[in-house]
C-alpha cells in the first residue's frame, strides 16, 4: 500500500498493519518467540537458534527494531536484543480488542 493512502485508515488500523507486516514473516516470529522465552537480551544467540545466515538474521532482526517491537543496545562489538516491554503491551492490547470485537454471527456466514 502506497504511503498517499494511510490516510484512509484511522492510526489504530496502520498501527496493527504495521505490525502484522513486521510479524509476516516466520523467521521474526520465530526471533519474538526466542526472546520471551529468555526473558532476557540476546546477543548473538539469535543465528545459530535460527540457523540462517548472519546478514538474513539482521535484516529480520532490522525489521523487527524498525517496527519498535524490540529494541536493541551495542555492547562492545555485540548488539544485544530484547523485547520492546511498551511497544509489546500496546500491541497485545490493540490485537485483543481487534480479535474481541469480532463477532462471528454464531459462524452462520454465507
Known sequence: MGTSKTDLFTKEQNEMAAMAK???HPARI???QYLVRKNA???GDLVEE???AQATTSQHLKELKQAGI???T???VSVCYCI???VW???KALFNSFFQDVNLMGNKCC
Open 30 to 32: 520465530a526471533i519474538l
Open 84 to 86: 520492546n516491554p511498551d
Open 89 to 91: 503491551q500496546q500491541y
Open 22 to 24: 513486521a510479524l509476516a
Open 50 to 52: 535460527l540457523g540462517l
Open 74 to 76: 551495542i555492547e562492545g
Open 70 to 72: 524490540i529494541q536493541g
Open 41 to 43: 537480551c540476546v546477543c
